[in-house]
């Protein structure tokens, strides 16, 4: 009995010190970046995650919908150097990332692309879940990090979409979307 109880008490122990070992930690699933792919492509998907638009600026791989989610987030400049996701000047955008499975996420991270003055940049946006719901979001002008968490809510799919800015319309883009959350 003693031995039983002294095993369970460096169990307890273990687990509250977080050295589980490995079966602990994937069943719960790590916390990361979910939408990361430097591999995606254009068009129909190869691999997932997977980004897809309703628009691309003169269907440039320099401003395809995949460059947000390349791991990439040199945002001060536009064009080949570097890559964003640009769109045409329309009021009807959407911004799609799917993660080819079921993940539970709960934060947004948002690089939008700041090569200001040449750039302009989207006010406000809406983020909608597979599952229904949405969160409108607020964007700053700035070239750092915007970060937009919401309860946690599982997912196959995100959109961004409603995206608004001034008129007369500018130019504006995104360089890197992070959804962070647990694949498992
Ligand atoms: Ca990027």
Redesign the pocket.
Known sequence: MKIYLLNSMMCAALLLAGCAGTSHLSRIGEYKNLALNPNDTRGPAVTYPHATSNSECRNEICYAAR?????????RGHGPKF??WGPDKRTDLWLKIDFGRSVEADKVVI?IRADFPHDAYWKWGTIEFSDGSKEKISLQKTAASQEFKFASRRIEWLRITDLVQDEPLGWCGF??VEVWGRAN
Do not use: C, F, V
């Open positions: 460059n947000i989610i390349d791991g990439n987030t040199a945002n890559p964003s690089y360089t890197e």
